[in-house]
């Protein structure tokens, strides 16, 4: 997930108009509260909203770096095409891949950047062959998974499905399957399908090339409507910078241009404008007095604050994880720490049924992993990881969350390699984790670490119930 377009992880979404943006355009998707000064709230004030603000735009802003990094910017090593395309890469994810934090390294993965503005788009699947999954994952742009298609929700029967943005009031044409609506203009689609070994790659290409988007109207066979104005994009800031500047706010005005308010959000939506942020904000950190620059930076401060206190005392004592980080937004419920925090540990999670991600950074005694130990990571005999389709277990290097470079090129142990592993006598696997070769002998079940420290997560994809209602669980690794 991370590189993914993590993707990232996390990796997008949105992106606006800018400068030389036609107004009109922007009136249709944004609202029309008029932002105000900033000078009208004490820097008290201004540090709660900040707050508040922050942890609702990071996902937003996060989705934007990743989106522009794709979808815009022709100079950088990961830009993978325009707009409105799917862009396939028919390998899995190497330590290469940086844009996204823990990416997954099991899937190829097909990207969509989807501009809805102008008209909706129609997206054919191929029929794929019944042991194979593949799911495509509908993200809008605020981070939820607004709709699946694939194995677990559709079949593997092939289909074509409408992705309409939040203005279009059409019906359903004759031959399409399912209307899927984001709330967003701009959303993203993620396609994975599974690859079982190096030797099936050129499976996974026929695939690929049978993923196919249209826009409506060619679908129709009918004339184009008028384009939708020309965005123009200003530059994400990096993942660093995103952690402190107050130009955080600047891109979440622009990013929210994309994001018509939801019923639900009036309220919140109306209280950012009382420090400037918004669709129609006039935040300028350029023009912010000291006392409140001040403020506004505490604001981002108290945020990260909030989201350390949840890792440690429910994400690290196992009591939330990505289950509720990760979904729909009635799903999510309206908890935007859940979401900040689904999207700054691995951006474009997927819904917990279609996939699960049991997350290990310290070891069974609680000590944190490093490479300058060694570990052990136990699958006892008939308990490996309850899925309908595969299961992965994957290394990350700390802090960054990218894979680990390594002599033997491993960034994971999967369901599919099962065959290579050596089983233990009792019919159970070990997997050795650490940073140097554990000797030929159990170098087939050797996961490469780096020296430092790292983190492991474990994947489920399309779980069963054992695995989304806790009936079983994994260990964590024990230091040898």
Known sequence: MRRMFAAAAALLLLAGCGNGTDSSNTSQTTSSTASASPAA??????RAIAKEAYIYGFPIVDNYRVQYTYFVDKQDPQYKGGWNEIHSTAEVFTP???TVQTPNSDTPYSVLGADLRAEPLVLTVPPIQQDRYYSLQFVDGYTYNFAYVGSRTTGNGGGRYLLAGPNWKGEKPAGIDQVIRSDTDLAMVLYRTQLFGPSDIDEVKKIQSGYQVAPLSVFLNQPS???APAIDFVPPLTSEQQRTSPQFFKILDF????APTLPEEKELRARFTKIGVGPDGTFDPDKLSPDMRTAI???MADAWADLDALKKNEVDTGKVGSAQFFGSR???KGNYLYRMAGAVFGIYGNTAAEALYPAFTNDATGAPLTGANNYTFHFPKGQLPPVN????LTMYELPQSLLVANPINRYLINSPMLPSLVPDADGGYTVYIQNTSPGLDREANWLPAPKGPFSLILRLYWPKPDALNGT?????PQKV
Do not use: N
Not at 389 to 392: I, K, L, R, T, V
Not at 472 to 476: D, F, I, L, R
């Open 389 to 392: 389709a595969f299961w992965s």
């Open 297 to 299: 930076e505490g604001g």
């Open 255 to 258: 990013a929210l241009r994309f």
């Open 225 to 227: 409507p008028a384009p």
């Open 472 to 476: 079983w669980k994994a260990s964590p």
């Open 41 to 46: 709230v004490t820097p008290a004030e201004a």
């Open 96 to 98: 290469a891949d940086t």
């Open 330 to 332: 009635q799903d999510l």
